[in-house]
């Protein structure tokens, strides 16, 4: 590490003491009284001139001057530039008010980095300008720049609070608006005028409004999901939500909650909706064919009207001339063989025939057929 300027010259005499002159006032030093570097050592015959002046408390007693003389701190700052800080001035300034004691300004420091007057370094340009923008500003030191580092700090946190406690100010004013609505929700209470007397006729009277809301919603639901055609399907709906306020009650007042259930489930499965007497009605996993064998099993499709049975004869014609042939060429006797014989009867010329045999093929009624179907 480079060795800190000034050491080689401590305790040299001064070469000249010059012009024994003191600055007026100053501690009422007598004449011819020296003033020696701490630094380098060497006797200066007044500060004005030789060291940097600095309004700290510490200095008061030494004339407001910097005990180190102009050019040990020059060679310290030139020195702390370099090797400490990289060449960054802004630093190394802000490193010697620290260690002067002397008020550090941001604005001041760049102003004097900007400036390049001759014979002006950046350490004794800043000290100039200080002076100026301080003026009679006594006492000031790096100790306010501490105090307003802080102050600086206080006033951040002081901010991050204050949007904090309005953030949560926020929160609460919402919790309390949402809980006034609850609260005016819950003072607007049902009374039992609110219910009208179709649902107080169908559950029975002497419930409270609440408990008629209830079942009313959940009978809505029952005969929403399921049929409910009958008067006795309705009968089982209702004590099915009679059932379901027993249970709430029981779970509300600590009572028989598996009793309650059990007289529930059992109106379940009177009224064939339990899960799985219900595992065919029609849901998701359903295939069509099984809907269709279920729907063909519980609610076929009815036997048509005579008027629409067979309107326009496809299925006789069909039947007949179709399937009473087949059954005839191959010797089947069944009802549409028995149609087909009837229906060729008219046309049948019957030739003598032997018992037993009959030729469908005969010549005189297929020609007849034939002509029969060409006329159509
Ligand atoms: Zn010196």
Redesign the pocket.
Known sequence: MAVAP?SG?RGRAPSSLGKQRNDPGLRGDPAGTTYR?T????QYPSQRGNFFTSKSQLFHGWGGYFP??K??TEKYYAWMSSEVYGGDDMRTLHHMCRLMDLYYSEDTAAAALVESRPGFTPLSSYISRLTVSTGRKTNLSYIDTILEDLDAEREMKDAIRKAAEDQAEQILADARAEADRVRGDLERKLTLDDIPTEIKRRFGYGFEPEEYQYMQEQYEDWVKCYACDTKIQEELFKNMCLAQLNIVKAQQSNGDVAKATKAFNDLVLMANIAPRQQKDLVGENDTFGTLIQRWEEEEPIPEPDEKWRDADGIKKYISTWFFGHLAKMFKVENDWSAEYEKALEPYTAHPPSYDGDFNITGDGGEAELEADHGGE
């Open positions: 000034g010259g570097c630094c380098c050592g060497r180190i003389c050019p040990c």
